[in-house]
């Protein structure tokens, strides 16, 4: 049988399946170019590895590769239920944990190749991880969408690594029992985004006031349809742009953000071109391994590819 190991952690309730040994050989080249190839040539192994019956929906995977990019020291490619993404930062603190777990990485900087820039990983002596992500920026204020069976709902679109649409007035209650009407709600202002001139956004991100010691309680819907349980770090990159853009945070402050779960990340930023509206985000938080497996592919099981 052919085999695929994983580690597992998981990030404020998200959970991280990293990819130690077995996955597809990608070549050289860019990242970028290497997603490509990922997706055209051996997107099985992308299902065989999140999909049920082995994963789950909610699952993000993390394939480790060489690096293009000189100045970094690995290579990372996220995927999750239904394609690849940008960058993930709950995925890129789950990766630094399982390093550390496996005595790979130490205290301090690890620089990460991924498809859309490099970014760093900081691991602290207490094992939170801090994540330097790529340079983030709103593109569109206040864009109103037609969302049908909702009204018009306004939002904002910006870049942290994937595209978010950002709303802050839908008059949704954000309660983790409310999940399903939630995830309902954010379909279809999904949808209706990229039907109406933003057919990049595959995020949707409610926001609604924190709990004591935070600044906000967010709902983050991934490209599958699955929510994210930790308050999602490019998601929470994004809100920065957003804040910086506004004048509502100054640089260095920080910016508590809650999951839907109540789990919390700590974000801050540094301009890097005001005029432009692009930021430095860096988002801190703390993940946990919680298993170690042998993905198994038998020739005889017809979902050994998971499915699909
Ligand atoms: O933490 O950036 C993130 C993320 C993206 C999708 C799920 N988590």
């Given at each position: 049988?052919?085999?695929?190991?994983?580690l597992?952690?998981?990030?404020?309730?998200?959970?991280?399946?990293?990819?130690?040994d077995?996955?597809?050989?990608?070549?050289t080249?860019?990242?970028?170019?290497?997603?490509?190839?990922?997706?055209?040539?051996f997107?099985?192994?992308?299902s065989?590895?999140?999909?049920?019956?082995?994963g789950?929906?909610?699952?993000?995977?993390?394939?480790?590769?060489?690096?293009?990019?000189?100045?970094?020291?690995?290579?990372?490619?996220?995927?999750?239920?239904?394609?690849?993404?940008?960058?993930?930062?709950h995925?890129?603190?789950?990766?630094?944990?399982?390093?550390?777990?496996?005595?790979r990485?130490?205290?301090?900087?690890?620089?990460l190749d991924?498809?859309?820039?490099?970014?760093?990983?900081?691991?602290?002596?207490?094992?939170?991880?801090?994540?330097?992500?790529?340079?983030?920026?709103?593109?569109?204020?206040?864009?109103?969408?037609?969302?049908?069976?909702?009204?018009?709902?306004t939002?904002?679109?910006a870049?942290?690594?994937?595209?978010?649409?950002?709303?802050?007035?839908?008059?949704?209650?954000?309660?983790?029992?409310?999940?399903?009407?939630?995830?309902?709600y954010?379909?279809?202002?999904?949808?209706?985004?990229?039907a109406q001139?933003?057919?990049?956004?595959d995020?949707v991100?409610?926001?609604?006031?924190?709990?004591?010691?935070?600044?906000?309680?967010?709902?983050?819907l991934?490209?599958?349809?699955?929510?994210?349980?930790?308050?999602c770090?490019?998601?929470?990159?994004?809100?920065?742009?957003?804040?910086?853009?506004?004048?509502?945070?100054?640089?260095?402050?920080?910016?508590?953000?809650?999951?839907?779960l109540?789990?919390?990340?700590?974000?801050r930023?540094?301009?890097?071109d005001?005029?432009?509206?692009?930021?430095?985000?860096?988002?801190?938080?703390t993940?946990?391994?919680?298993?170690?497996?042998t993905?198994?592919?038998?020739?005889?099981?017809?979902?050994?590819?998971?499915?699909?």
């Amino acid at each position: 049988m052919q085999e695929i190991r994983v580690l597992d952690s998981h990030t404020g309730g998200e959970p991280t399946r990293v990819v130690l040994d077995g996955g597809p050989d990608l070549g050289t080249g860019p990242l970028a170019d290497r997603v490509r190839r990922f997706r055209e040539q051996f997107d099985h192994y992308r299902s065989a590895i999140v999909n049920e019956p082995r994963g789950s929906d909610v699952m993000v995977g993390a394939l480790l590769v060489p690096p293009s990019d000189p100045t970094c020291q690995a290579g990372v490619i996220f995927f999750n239920n239904v394609g690849y993404l940008g960058m993930c930062g709950h995925g890129t603190m789950g990766l630094a944990v399982t390093l550390a777990h496996l005595g790979r990485l130490q205290p301090g900087d690890l620089r990460l190749d991924t498809p859309v820039g490099p970014v760093t990983a900081t691991l602290h002596a207490g094992g939170s991880v801090s994540v330097a992500n790529v340079p983030s920026y709103r593109k569109v204020k206040a864009a109103t969408i037609d969302v049908p069976g909702v009204g018009r709902v306004t939002g904002d679109v910006a870049w942290a690594g994937n595209w978010f649409f950002l709303v802050g007035d839908h008059g949704q209650a954000l309660d983790l029992a409310r999940v399903e009407a939630l995830t309902d709600y954010s379909w279809r202002i999904r949808q209706a985004v990229n039907a109406q001139g933003y057919p990049e956004v595959d995020h949707v991100e409610l926001f609604g006031p924190g709990g004591v010691g935070s600044h906000s309680r967010n709902f983050v819907l991934c490209p599958g349809k699955a929510y994210d349980r930790s308050p999602c770090g490019t998601g929470t990159s994004a809100k920065l742009a957003c804040l910086a853009a506004d004048d509502k945070l100054a640089e260095d402050q920080p910016w508590i953000q809650e999951s839907i779960l109540g789990s919390r990340f700590v974000g801050r930023y540094r301009w890097i071109d005001r005029t432009a509206g692009t930021i430095a985000p860096v988002v801190t938080g703390t993940a946990h391994v919680n298993a170690e497996a042998t993905l198994l592919i038998d020739e005889t099981d017809p979902f050994r590819w998971g499915i699909r």
